[in-house]
């Protein structure tokens, strides 16, 4: 790890994203192995990610109706 990386958790840490956003994003960027291990260790988070990937404009059908202003 490096010094960049340390400063972009923390970051990351102060902006105070939901957890499973990053689960998420770790997801998006992770190299073939990586994401095997994220994989088994979320795999509720993958299959969400994966419906909703696929899902257009990300809506899956349980998903609540959003408020119109």
């Known amino acids: 790890m490096s010094l ?5 958790g923390r970051e ?3 902006a105070d994203p939901p957890f499973y956003s990053l ?3 770790a997801m998006r960027r992770a190299d073939t192995d990586n994401l095997a291990k994220l994989i088994r260790a979320w795999p509720e988070v ?3 990610l994966a419906a ?6 990300s809506r899956l059908p349980d998903d609540p109706a959003e408020a119109t202003a």
């Open 23 to 25: 689960i998420m994003a």
């Open 52 to 57: 909703r990937y696929n899902a257009p404009g």
């Open 46 to 48: 993958h299959a969400e």
């Open 4 to 8: 960049h990386e340390y400063r972009v």
């Open 12 to 14: 990351l840490w102060l």
